[in-house]
């Protein structure tokens, strides 16, 4: 009963590094999200795809791509990473459903450092 | 100016307290309005979809005014394991969703 899956779930770089972050979904829901979560910020939206092959921008989506090759995976990447980029990433997918539209499905989430 | 805005708090109560919190969206379009629970270092998880009419589940009830743009959530008879930072997301379109900042409560013996 994975649900969402994250990985890494730490990871810390140096300003300029690249890496990629790993969401994995087994409810075969059509809409992924990636969102940061920063101190006194709630969430906010950087990425989302709604179904594979599909991507779209987000509130804050410069220095970060995405991809979604595959319906069950939304990769999350950032090319040349910054110290403003230190944070608490999330993935979250939802149904496409009207009746339960609301409810997203996290995961754990992915603590990145960037020094 | 901030999508959807809440006290940041903390609440800090007793036991069996009844407490309330609220949220504001600036958007009058908004679609869908719901409660998620975040514990510490957690993810968010979702409490309760808030509806026109308000709804109750349990101890928890939820309620809507369109005409002000703000919803609350009120919790009754608080428990030790409701101590955690409440949500409030504002589906503004079919693909998004507004998270406020949070409010804490801290419910102490």
């Known amino acids: 009963n994975a649900g969402v899956t994250q990985t890494p779930k730490f990871r810390v770089l140096k300003t300029g590094q690249s890496m990629t972050l790993l969401c994995a979904q087994d409810?075969?829901?059509?809409?992924m999200y990636w969102y940061r979560q920063d101190p006194g910020m709630g969430l906010r939206l950087i990425h989302y795809s709604v179904g594979e092959g599909t991507t779209a921008k987000g509130e804050v989506p410069d220095g970060y791509n995405v991809s979604r090759l595959k319906k069950q995976n939304f990769l999350l990447g950032l090319e040349s990473a910054a110290p403003s980029q230190t944070s608490v990433y999330f993935c979250?997918?939802?149904?496409?459903?009207?009746?339960?539209?609301?409810?997203?499905?996290f995961g754990e989430g992915s603590r990145l450092t960037v020094l | 100016r901030k999508e959807v805005e809440q006290d940041p708090g903390p609440f800090n109560v007793p036991e069996g307290a009844t407490v309330a919190f609220n949220c504001t969206y600036s958007?009058?379009?908004?679609?869908?309005f719901f409660w998620y629970r975040q514990d510490c270092r957690k993810e968010p998880k979702l409490l309760m979809s808030v509806y026109s009419s308000g709804n109750e589940d349990g101890r928890f009830t939820a309620q809507l005014n369109r005409a002000s743009q703000y919803i609350s959530l009120l919790i009754r008879d608080s428990k030790l394991s409701d101590s955690a930072t409440y949500l409030c997301?504002?589906?503004?379109?079919?693909?998004?969703?507004?998270f406020g900042s949070g409010t804490k409560l801290n419910v102490k013996p």
């Open positions: 409810m075969n829901h059509e809409y």
């Open positions: 997301v504002v589906n503004m379109d079919f693909n998004k969703f507004y």
């Open positions: 958007n009058s379009a908004s679609q869908s």
């Open positions: 979250a997918s939802r149904l496409n459903s009207a009746g339960r539209a609301g409810e997203l499905f």
